[in-house]
């Protein structure tokens, strides 16, 4: 799971809508939560303000986040990259000043960077006044109201998870598109992965748990889910069941007025043709996959303990688009690993190659201080960088060649409310087709202007580098029309 999965839109933290009450009502404080990482931090920061709001905390308005007129800023950390502790510890250094401008001001950091560092985190940011980990999300009122009392920072970080986060309120940042997490935690053991570490082992949710999440996420207004997971296709391996997660997908495919239904991120090596049939038969599972690969040299995939090997991979990907001729599939490719030959990316390269992936998010190597590849022989930052402009360029082609693809065809478009950067000026609405691709739509003169969580059907006139542009000719036959 990854940051770059979602655009920006999907990624911010929520605003309150601003009210005639706003400069009146402040309750316990107001409050803003930053958020850094994948989409369980997204889903975790919604918890983090269901959790406040609930203890009279107010959510900031757009106007009060940009004057800084907040009484309480929640960083909610990621750990996977190298350079999330620089940019958390940047970040909070460029909150101090605000403390000393407001004095009563309150500052709290969670999340995986928060489990991991722990006391580091109090003793070189002392004006920090609360440290959680991913496992206490409902202590955070208690631990500032502590820090208030006692004067200095509250550190509370579990090893165990006592309950799962899905049982705390939650303010989700959208109101048709939802995340639901059906699991935490990891069970694998790959070499360059701090997730077990700040995550922990596996736990699954039980299935009528999450269905009753989903369908209440339904009466509230969602007409799009998202399950969550480290492992979502491993659910239900706990305790025995190999087929809970294909069973899940079909359950929701029986709840009434939910129009789409995703899930990131499955593991390889538990992609069993259940869940592809299940994916195939289900109407409104949507035919988008995430599949990291991380390597296509099977000697790197043993040096990083991934428990399959290039060919099963790719044997997965033709079963998958046999099924599903329209699968959009990315992925997830480490370039630089330890050990990494020239040889072994020539492999990377050829099986990218013949994935023909819709898109991948490629990344250098970073080691990560306490993983077992941290401790191996590094490969020099020039031979990785050149790899990974090399693999960036192939995949950039593909990529191209696949949107192409969508030229001339009529695709079906939730509006998510997720603008484009010019949208406003091009009269265009912004959202995702079935299959996950990103599409800006124009609206024809004299044609009704979709909302958020409308379906509008157009025509593709243009494709992007990394997106799709709609902008239909109803005289030249091309299609428009919005479905409530």
Known sequence: MNEDMMTEAERASKLAEPTAEDTATRGKGVFYVHTLGCQMNVHDSERISGVLEADGYVPATEGQYLDHDVDLIVMNTCAVRENAAER??????????????????QI???????????????????????????????????????ARIEGHA?????????????????????KVSSWVAISVGCNNTC?????????????????????????????EGAKEVTLLGQNVNSFGYGIGDRFAFSKLLRACGEIEGLERVRFTSPHPAAFTDDVIAAMA?????????????QSGSDRILRAMRRSYRSAKFLDILRKIREAMPDAQIST??????????????QETLR???????????????????????????????????????????????????????FEGRDVEVMVTGASGKKDAATHRVTGR?????????????????????????????????????????????QTYAVRH
Request: charged letters at 25%; hydrophobic letters at 35%.
């Open 88 to 105: 958390m510890y940047g970040t909070i250094g460029l909150w101090a000043e605000m403390k000393r401008q407001r004095p009563n001001l």
């Open 108 to 146: 709290a950091v969670g999340g995986c960077m928060a489990q991991l560092d722990r006391e580091k985190i109090a003793k070189k940011a002392p004006w920090v006044d609360a440290v959680f980990g991913t496992k206490n999300i409902g202590s955070l009122p208690q631990l500032l109201d502590q």
């Open 154 to 174: 509250q550190v509370k970080v579990k090893e165990e998870l006592n309950y799962f986060p899905s049982q705390l309120p939650t303010d989700r940042a959208s």
């Open 191 to 219: 070499t360059f992965c701090i997730v077990p570490t700040t995550r922990g082992k596996e736990h699954d949710r039980r299935p009528g748990d999450i269905l009753a999440e989903i369908r209440q996420c339904v009466d």
């Open 281 to 293: 038969e289900t109407p409104n599972v949507m035919h988008q996959l995430h599949f990291p690969l």
């Open 332 to 345: 997830d490719i480490i370039v630089g690993f330890p050990g990494e030959t020239e040889e072994d990316f």
């Open 351 to 405: 099986v990218v190659e013949e994935a023909r992936f819709a898109s991948a998010f490629t990344f250098i190597y970073s080691p990560r201080p306490g993983t077992p590849a941290a401790e191996m022989e590094q490969v020099p930052h020039d031979v990785a960088q050149d790899r990974f402009e090399r693999l960036v360029a192939l995949q950039e082609r593909i990529t191209e060649e696949n949107l192409k693809t």
């Open 433 to 477: 087709e079935k299959t996950g691709v990103l599409v800006h739509v124009g609206v024809p003169e004299g044609e009704p202007m979709p909302q958020v969580g409308d379906f509008v059907t157009a025509t593709i006139t243009h494709a992007g580098r990394h997106n799709l542009i709609a902008d239909p000719d109803l005289k030249a036959g």
